[in-house]
């Protein structure tokens, strides 16, 4: 029997680590060819070597998205390559912690580069060929997934910028969802709480040791492949249902 993604083609941004790459790999698993996007290329060619040994189908595509040109190259050479694309992921995200007075200016340009424009721009390049598959077999219905986090939903001391971001994630799915979703693009949002991946580990030391690492030391916090598990389950519904939001916390996060 074919699996629930068989005969479609997925694009995950974010894909050389964390939650990107836990989803390719689910995304695979059932049945997807599976465009990987990010700029660490030997992480990618290790993930696709490790689909491919798996039965899948992986194109490793190394890109800056946040590059509007490099964003719009990747779509394309996922639709040429695979003929199709059927569902997007961005999953691409930066987290950089700290108060906003005396903050580092460019720390909040590469987050709203990176959380807010290159999740824009890949969005654009994909929407065309999105509706496109809507209207095709196997499915007749194809996905966007933004990952946003529940730094989208409850606003603290220390992550304006972050929680701007994500705010911003929110509210832009949500007007994307009521735009597209009755022409069987559905577009949810997945807000996870604290997930064990590099997300923290770009921030100043000084962050990390007051802000990020006693939550990691006090908190059994989420895998990866819980977030992509809540992915592959959003992606998998019968065309009459769309899901278009899925919070993930751990139990023990308040």
């Known amino acids: 029997m074919a699996s629930k993604l068989t005969g479609t083609v997925a694009l995950v941004t974010g894909a050389s680590s964390g939650i990107g790459a836990a989803t390719a790999r689910r995304l695979a698993e059932h049945g997807a060819d599976v465009a990987l996007v990010a700029r660490r290329k030997d992480r990618?060619?290790?993930?696709?070597?490790?689909?491919?040994?798996?039965?899948?189908a992986a194109l490793v595509v190394a890109a800056d998205i946040t590059d509007r040109a490099q964003?719009?190259?990747?779509?394309?050479?996922?639709?040429?390559?695979?003929?199709?694309?059927d569902t997007l992921v961005n999953n691409a995200g930066l987290m950089l912690l700290g108060p906003v007075v005396g903050a580092d200016a460019e720390e909040w340009d590469r987050m709203i580069a990176i959380n807010i424009q290159g999740l824009l721009y890949t969005t654009r390049a994909a929407l065309p060929h999105l509706l496109r598959a809507a209207d095709e077999r196997p499915r007749q219905v194809a996905d966007?997934?933004?990952?946003?986090?529940?730094?989208?939903?409850?606003?603290?001391?220390?992550y304006g910028v972050y929680n701007l971001t994500k705010f911003g994630v929110n509210g832009f799915t949500e007007s994307l969802r009521q735009e597209?979703?009755?022409?069987h693009v559905r577009v949810g949002v997945v807000?996870?709480?604290?997930?064990?991946?590099?997300l923290g580990s770009h921030n100043k030391p000084e962050v990390r040791t007051e802000m990020i690492d006693p939550f990691y030391e006090q908190t059994d916090v989420l895998a990866p492949e819980?977030?992509?598990?809540?992915?592959?389950?959003?992606?998998t519904r019968p065309r009459h249902a769309a899901i278009s939001e899925l919070w993930i916390m751990p139990t023990d996060q308040a």
């Open 191 to 198: 807000e996870p709480g604290g997930v064990a991946t590099e």
């Open 144 to 158: 966007i997934v933004n990952i946003s986090s529940i730094a989208g939903r409850v606003a603290w001391n220390g």
């Open 44 to 56: 990618l060619e290790d993930l696709a070597a490790e689909i491919d040994k798996a039965g899948g």
């Open 180 to 183: 597209v979703t009755q022409r």
């Open 226 to 235: 819980d977030i992509a598990d809540g992915v592959a389950y959003m992606v």
């Open 71 to 85: 964003a719009e190259q990747a779509v394309a050479r996922a639709v040429d390559r695979f003929g199709r694309l």
